[in-house]
């Protein structure tokens, strides 16, 4: 939502703010649509799948930004930050990292600092609840302060600009 709100205008009202909040949401998890297929961390984690997901989002106008620019741009950085995030995370799992750069690289990217914890994917393994616990615990710490920040940038800049 931080990356939504830091490129598109808050909406105006509560139901727009709520739709749009809900787009950003969206948006931001559905790359992990691909455990469903056992293709985590692959093509649903890269740029082409950013542009791809922007450009129906442009075309179809979805309501979290103004222009289809904006709601292009909007909709591909809001993609994008999943697998960002997902490449500065501890990833046990070989092959290390995600595939980026897809359908230009097929190679796997991880920065190799490990920023955010490890998701354990397995829910029979011991240790699996406590383990994802700390692990979205330790996601919010970090990311909850900054979408606060951009909110209120965003929010208070937007508020000026009606004045």
Known sequence: MAAGWALSRPA?????LAVQAAVFAALGTAPDLDLLIGR?????????AALAVASIAAWRRWPIADTRLRIWLTACL???THPVFDGLSVDKGPPIGVLMFWPFSQAFWHLGVDVFGAIERHWQHDGFFQ??????????????????????ARWRRWKRLLN
Not at 12 to 16: D, E, F, K, Q
Not at 43 to 48: C, F, I, N, P, V
């Open 131 to 152: 383990q994802n616990i700390r692990s979205v615990t330790r996601e919010m710490l970090i990311l909850v302060p900054v979408l606060a920040v951009v909110w209120w």
């Open 78 to 80: 809001v993609w994008m």
């Open 40 to 48: 985590h961390s692959q093509e649903t984690h890269s740029l082409g």
């Open 12 to 16: 105006s009202t509560r139901r727009g």
